[in-house]
């Protein structure tokens, strides 16, 4: 399956390079737990502050299991409250949603 998932970062040029820059060298731990949980492909796009995520899964995949294990992994843990120091809220997302699942509406 593909989901595509926004976000959007506070609107500050230099916390939107350091944000970049965790991208870059991304911890290990936290690579494996998105494997690990069924996401073969992860690729995150960034116009403006505006994040745009494109995964890749296989069948093994659920969203709720992977909540479920980042909330029982105490690193994933640690990189989430990091990277939300970075990242708010879309406007039409609902309390307490960060990336918000995009609805597909045209597809060739």
Known sequence: MRYC??????DDPARIAEYEEYHKRIR???EASI????ITEMEIYRV????FMIMETDDTF?????AAAD??????QEWENLMWTYQQ?????KPGEKWVLMKNIFQM
């Open 5 to 10: 998932l926004a976000l959007d970062l506070k």
């Open 28 to 30: 290990p731990e936290i």
């Open 35 to 38: 494997r690990e949980s069924g």
């Open 48 to 51: 403006g502050n505006r994040l």
């Open 62 to 66: 659920s969203f709720d299991a992977k």
């Open 71 to 76: 909330a029982a992994n105490p690193k994933v």
């Open 89 to 93: 809220s879309l406007p039409m997302a």
